[in-house]
């Protein structure tokens, strides 16, 4: 069974930066991409950030340059280091994987940027 755990939300000023993580388990974590979405209310999901099982790295362009995605394949982890945070922002962030066809999602953890 597919376990993804995220941790690391908060609240926090214009520029500060979070970081969150997101424990893997259930799956060969080193084989599969990773993925950090996010969500606001009355919007859809978007996707912020991936990483391939070979580290290569994408991002959506509005947190280019101020979020970095990694991972740890012997702490199935993957973690999201956000540096210059703005209000828009603000969202629950969401640890996504997809395993054999299986979209599996985290619970979420939310991040508030104060202006």
């Known amino acids: 069974q597919v376990q993804l755990v995220e941790s690391g939300g908060g609240l926090v000023q214009f520029g500060g930066s979070l970081r969150l993580s997101c424990a893997a388990s259930g799956f060969i974590f080193s084989n599969y991409a990773m993925d950090w979405y996010r969500q606001t209310p009355g919007k859809e999901r978007e996707l912020v950030a991936s990483i391939s099982a070979t580290g290569s790295t994408k991002y959506i362009d509005s947190v280019k340059g101020r979020f970095t995605i990694s991972r740890d394949n012997a702490k199935r982890m993957v973690d999201l280091q956000m540096n210059s945070l703005e209000p828009e922002d603000t969202a629950v962030y969401y640890c996504?994987?997809?395993?054999?066809?299986?979209?599996?999602w985290g619970q979420g953890t939310q991040v508030t940027v104060s202006s």
């Open positions: 996504h994987a997809l395993v054999r066809r299986n979209d599996n």
